[in-house]
Structure formats: structure tokens, C-alpha cells
């Protein structure tokens, strides 16, 4: 089987490891083709902001290399078009690569909102398979979607001390502690309210309140229509209203729009991404497929990297076996878990409170506490958790998502979870001997601690070496915590059951 996949991104490379690790070397021949337009090799891109940050250096983001002697990658090099009738590939380089199946993971690029001034002129030409305007912005206005973006907002930090962050949702909150964080005056615009796609009117007022009292200046309601300008350069952002917010450097993270302009051209449908069936092949060619952020599929695009990763195992699974694996059911998804980084910022959520099947009417719980930043709300259907929302929650949100995640019966009075966590939680490493081995540490990677408690038995000894055998904190990071007091645990047990002989076990 020849395999190519266009884009070697954090979905791209898992697909080609999944692949590899469940085809045996002695298995019938693969071989595998990546065309990946960045020239790196992969790294975690959720962590981007917090390398705006100075929480993570440019080198700790990377994800491991593929050396499998099944796979040859050319980085630096996009995919400039598909012949399907052919079944090839030609990049930019020329050459051509023939596939029985293609793998579209292309990921998406980082949206240009229209405003005045922010364009060069004249507007040069851009690859398919990069930022289509990022190039096209002038000196000052940059946006976050890759390691050379998080290198260039960094060496601007050093040229101004103010920034304006446009954008309120995840990443722009991500993006404004960052800056504050490298002691920037930064503020935070949004036409609506904070995080409007997970958070409510009165959950975003305390979200404000909480950045407000991290030192970041938030404007929400009015949108922006412009930049102002001294020699090309930015120098303000202006809003709607007639103002203008002096400022020396602007972030743009107002959204992404998925990369389908290779596979529109090739004839396969598209809509907001490239339209796939439940078993990820395209609408339009039962040989291409599209995962990742460039996929649109049946339940919808979420844009968050679990999905993704879970999409490339599917997928790798159903080739592997040449037949099609529907992915798991979409009626309960655990992947569906947002954490925003950054110091000082407390803010979960999970699930949704739309187009959840019920026998009986959605019951919603909320705690909400202005003058402590607090506001937990939940939606429980047919006994479960479907939806919650957790700021300033602490220890409580950790509960939650562990009960969000099993789907575990909710106590007689589930107004208790509001207040406080009955049961231990699986992110609590200060006792790792009371999470039970199923319990799931990461969630991006579906990581129990039972697994690592067996890479632990098979020779990993230290917090790295259990990410490399697990994957363990390679997604999000928000596991990492939880993973470094388990690897203290078992360095502990180790030498406190030593002298007995006896070593670390499942609980």
C-alpha cells in the first residue's frame, strides 16, 4: 500500500507513527510519502502560547520524529496539486508521488480579519499550504499559528511596551497572559463577549474580571474596523466606536479557517473544511481522506487537537485492517475538554448544551460568585453530565472532568459538585495511590494510569521518558502536573519497596 499524506503537522505525524506501529515491518509492503510545507519537524502547536509565554523554549515543543525506514518525509515542501484520476501528487518541488490512498491533514490557516490598513500593498502571492496573508501583514500586526510566528511575536516583545490582542477566545486569552506575562501592557479586544462559543453572558463577565485582575485591559462589544499607521508600521488599533488603542504590537487571533483550497481545486467538496463521511474518506473519493483541522465531518469541526489525534488512530486502524472502522459514538465525546493556559487563569470547560439526545428535559446547576471569580454551571441530561463550565473552580473542576469523562453516576444532590470534590480526583498527584489504574490522566492521548505505571515497570524513569513511551503530556500539557507526581510516586515506591524487593503495582 503507498501511502501520501500532505501535512506533517500534530495530526499528520500521528496518523504516519499510528500507522507504522500497527503495520509490522514483516506485514504486506507500505510504504508512506509526507509532504509537510513547514520546514521542522513536527511540534505541539497547542503550546504555542505558552511559548509566547517563556513557560516552554522554541526546542521543548517538538514531538518525536518518525524514523521508520517505511517513510520518507520532505519538509519544506507543500503539495501543490492532486491529479485523482491519476492518483498523484505533484509538490513544489516538481516531483510527483503516486498513491493508493492520500491523506489530506492540512491543517488550517490562521484568519485575517478585514480591517483597514492591516494589509501590505501590493498583496504578494502565498502558498496554498501556508498562511495565506500572514506574509501580507505589515510590520507590527502578526498572528499565532506556528513556531516561526511564536519566534517573531517574541522578538517584537522586545520593541514595544504595550500590545493588543484581537480576539477573545481561547487562544486570544491564551495570547494576552502570554504577553503580560513577558511584562507587556496588553489589551484584550473582542467584538462580543469573552469565549462567546463556550461561555454564557454572566460566565464571561467573571472571565473579564479575571484578566482584569491579571493586569489585562479588556474591551468587549465594540468591534475593531482598522489600524493605524507611522511609516507602514502599526501603531493603534481602532475600534468601531471612534477609538483608538496605541499600540506597538497587534495579535490576531481571530480564529482559523481550514486549509481546502488543494483539495477544492482537485474537484473534492468542501464546505467550511473538506467533507468527509463518518469514516473520514472524502464525499467525493473513496481514496482521499481528511483529518484534522482540514476535515469537515458529519457532527461538525471542533478545531481541538484530541479529535484530530483520534481521527489519524481511526484511521490508521481502518487501513490497516482494509476495511472501514466507525469512529467511536458522537453522542458522549471526552475529547471535547478546553483548558485555557496561562498564569492566573482558571478557566474549564467541556461538552456542550446542544443536540444532546434526553428522555427528559436538561437540568442546569450553577454557583456563581463575582467577588471570588467563581462561576460553576452544569447541564446534566438523563443523569450525566453534558456540559459544564468551571472559572475560579480550583480542585472542583478537576472533579468534574473525571466525571465528565466516565460518565459516573452523579451523587442523590448533585448541587454537592458545586462545592466541593467527594471523590479523588485523577489529576490530584499529591495522592496518585488512590487513583484507580483506569482512571485517565491524559486525556488528549487517552492515557490511564495504568499505562504508565506500566511504562514505568518496562523501564521509563523520568516524566520524558513516560511521554515517550505514553505520549503522556504531549498534547495539551494540562496533564503534565499529574504526570510528574506520578513519575515522583514511583521513584518513591521504588526505593521505599526496595529494601522488600518489591515493585511498584496497579492499584
Known sequence: MNVVVIGYGMVGSRFVDELCAINSPTAPTLTITVLGAEDTDPYNR???????????????????????????????????????????????????????????????????????????????????????????????????????????????????????????????????????????????????????????????????????????????????????????????????????IPTGLLVLTTGTTPTTTLAHTAGIATDHGVLVTPTHSTITDPHIYAIGDCAQPPHGYQGLIAPGWDQARTLAAALHNHTPTPPATTTHNPTDIITVKGTGIDIITMGTTHTQPSTTPPRTLQLTDPHTNRHISLTITNGHITAATCIGAGPVAHTLISTYTHQTPLPHDPAHLLLASPQPSPTATNTPVRIPDTATICRCNGVTKGDLVTAWTNGARSTEDLAHSTRATTGCGGCTDAVCGIAEWLRASVSTTSEHEQSPVLA
Open 46 to 244: 497547542v503550546l504555542l502560547s505558552e511559548v509566547v509565554a517563556g513557560q516552554y523554549d522554541v526546542t521543548a515543543v517538538g514531538l518525536p520524529t518518525i524514523t521508520d525506514p517505511r517513510v520518507t518525509i520532505h519538509t519544506g515542501t507543500s503539495a501543490t496539486s492532486i491529479n485523482r484520476a491519476l492518483r498523484t501528487v505533484v509538490d513544489s518541488t516538481g516531483t510527483t508521488h503516486p498513491y493508493d490512498v492520500l491523506v489530506l491533514a492540512t491543517g488550517a490557516n490562521a484568519r485575517i480579519p478585514n480591517l483597514t490598513g492591516i494589509l501590505r500593498a501590493p498583496h504578494p502571492p502565498a502558498s496554498a499550504e501556508r498562511h495565506p496573508a500572514s506574509a501580507s501583514l505589515i510590520p507590527g500586526v502578526h498572528v499565532l499559528r506556528t513556531i516561526d510566528d511564536a519566534r517573531d511575536i517574541i522578538a517584537a516583545t522586545f520593541n514595544t511596551t504595550n500590545a493588543v490582542v484581537l480576539g477573545g477566545g481561547v487562544l486570544g486569552i491564551e495570547a494576552a497572559a502570554a504577553l503580560t506575562n513577558r511584562g507587556l501592557d496588553v489589551t484584550l479586544v473582542h467584538p462580543r463577549t469573552l469565549m462567546n462559543t463556550q461561555l454564557d453572558s454572566t460566565a464571561s463577565a467573571i472571565a473579564a474580571t479575571m484578566l482584569t485582575e491579571r493586569g489585562i485591559t479588556v474591551h468587549t462589544g465594540t468591534p475593531a474596523t482598522g489600524v493605524t499607521t507611522y511609516h507602514n508600521t502599526v501603531t493603534g488599533l481602532t475600534l468601531a466606536d471612534g477609538t483608538t
